[in-house]
């Protein structure tokens, strides 16, 4: 069901798998079936989380699961009922999203421009990651998204950008003019490399790995090598922060809150609300800027 009817990726049905393997050999342990479990031994799983020092997001993400698994058995008929209903999920302290300044992007896009400017064997790989790199500032998609891009972007024209997400749904993205300048110039470099000696690949970034494009992994670590060159923090850099970077700076800059959680993909707003502290730093200076109160009390300082 998770993966015919609601398309969910690779990643995801390998997560909830996990999950609910580790609930099972829990609840076997306790000489209980996992589709016959009542609402008490689910709740005295979720404390055995707590106790093996599982943090409150990670057992959220495991009621999450269980959510999904019972919910699908009561609709089939398996059972009368819903064991999660009332269980409560885990209290957590919702961290702010790490992110970077602007100096810093612009510090990474800098190196990688100059790198990419290299004529050597090795320039093919250094403009990938300028078109890497731009395209995750420009548009704030997810690692995977990115990756796992077609070939065929390189033809369309336009400023714009489809992505597939979750779920397969896609969401239409705008490029900046050096993104679409990055890519213009990676797609003469790879045809100029390939020359007709390999059969086109589907992908934009091909390799040679099991899925036939660029590891995300691969990415992240030559995202932290390149952030070394550049003298910044590398613990602090990764393709995720570069995304929280993007929806960041546009609320910075006055972006409306949906607009930004369309671009994102995000099915719920109150996944995007993680960001509204800028919002909220943004708004607090607009109303001690323009508020005839807030002048009034300046006038009187």
């Known amino acids: 069901m998770m993966s015919a009817e609601r398309g969910a990726a690779g990643n995801t049905l390998l997560s909830y798998e996990r999950d609910l393997d580790d609930l099972r050999g829990f609840l076997t342990a306790r000489s209980v079936s996992i589709v016959d479990a009542a609402s008490a031994d689910l709740s005295v799983y979720l404390g055995d989380l707590a106790k093996r020092g599982f943090e409150p997001s990670s057992q959220a993400r495991r009621l999450s699961a269980m959510r999904q698994f019972y919910k699908f058995l009561y ?34 896009l800098s190196l990688a421009e100059e790198e990419a400017a290299i004529a050597d064997k090795h320039q093919l790989l250094r403009v990938r990651m300028l078109v890497l790199l731009e395209l995750l500032y420009a548009t704030g998609m997810r690692v995977s998204e990115l990756v796992s891009l077609p070939a065929n972007t390189l033809g369309r024209e336009g400023r714009f950008l489809v992505i597939r997400g979750k779920g397969n749904k896609e969401r239409l993205v705008p490029l900046s003019k050096t993104a679409v300048a990055a890519l213009a110039r990676y797609g003469a470099l790879l045809a100029q490399q390939d020359n007709g000696k390999a059969p086109p690949s589907p992908w934009l970034f091909p390799s040679s790995a099991k899925e036939g494009y660029l590891p995300r992994q691969v ?19 990764s393709p995720h922060v570069l995304r929280h970077a993007f929806a960041s700076h546009l609320l910075e800059n006055g972006a409306d809150l949906r607009v930004v959680q369309e671009l994102l993909g995000h099915t719920d707003i109150s996944t995007t609300q993680i960001y509204t502290h800028v919002l909220e730093e943004r708004l607090q200076r607009l109303v001690q800027t323009h508020h005839p109160l807030a002048k009034q009390a300046k006038k009187q300082d």
């Open 219 to 237: 990415f992240a670590r030559d995202l932290k090598d390149l952030a070394i060159r550049a003298g910044l923090d590398a613990a602090m850099i």
């Open 75 to 108: 609709a089939e008929g398996i059972r009368g009922d819903d064991p999660t209903a009332i269980l409560d999920a885990p209290k957590k302290n919702r961290s702010l999203p790490k992110t970077m300044t602007v100096a810093d992007v612009g510090r990474l």
